[in-house]
T-cell receptor
């Protein structure tokens, strides 16, 4: 079993739909990262959160530490949101946070 | 301010040749990380630097891979005698410190070994 599991692996939706991507993890963590990777390969950090909820524009991330679960929501989705969304949890090893990544969710928003 | 930069953005090399990939972290960031994303695979950790030292090299896939960081800034990932399975996107990230700081990713270097 992977330490970080995301669902769904692939998601196709129509423009305007509300999107939810889920992440479950099996290790104890201090924070969780949500990353976005566009087709060119570059990665952008969307959120780092350790409790509750964070919101940036149309993106909302929530985390439940007790249940070891996080969700990424996109409201009023747009074709430019099409990307791979990756959650990552840090394992603290020798004083550093070594990120362990989920397998990613490929999101396609059709106009 | 400038983000994390990596060079080259793309590199095509012949099997058996050595390659060097460079990462310029955000100024002032003491922690630097290298990751790899092979085609169709997820991201995997390679190596981490705190300052110039690398306390965790556990992710390096073989002894053909090495990395160094000088002056607490620029890092170079070197792959000797490249193999086709080394083809991947190599990503670098940096953070202000360790454990509780957000990592900022560079654009990556796409390496193709022919």
């Amino acid at each position: 079993k992977n330490e970080v599991e995301q669902s769904p692996q692939n998601l196709t939706a129509q423009e305007g739909e509300f999107i939810t991507i889920n992440c479950s993890y099996s290790v104890g963590i201090s924070a969780l990262h949500w990353l976005q990777q566009h087709p060119g390969g570059g990665i952008v950090s969307l959120f780092m959160l350790s409790s509750g909820k964070k919101k940036h524009g149309r993106l909302i991330a929530t985390i439940n530490i007790q249940e070891k679960h996080s969700s990424l929501h996109i409201t009023a989705s747009h074709p430019r949101d099409s990307a791979v969304y990756i959650c990552a949890v840090p394992l603290i090893i020798q004083g550093a946070q070594k990120l362990v990544f989920g397998q990613g969710t490929r999101l396609t928003i059709n106009p | 301010g400038a983000g994390v930069s990596q060079s080259p953005s793309n590199k095509v090399t012949e099997k058996g040749k050595d390659v060097e990939l460079r990462c310029d972290p955000i100024s002032g960031h003491t922690a630097l990380y290298w990751y790899r994303q092979s085609l169709g695979q997820g991201l995997e950790f390679l190596i981490y630097f705190q300052g110039n030292s690398a306390p965790d090299k556990s992710g390096l896939p073989s002894d053909r891979f090495s990395a160094e960081r000088t002056g607490g800034s620029v890092s170079t990932l070197t792959i000797q005698r490249t193999q086709q399975e080394d083809s991947a996107v190599y990503l670098c990230a940096s953070s202000l410190g360790t454990t509780k700081y957000e990592q900022y990713f560079g654009p990556g270097t796409r390496l193709t070994v022919t």
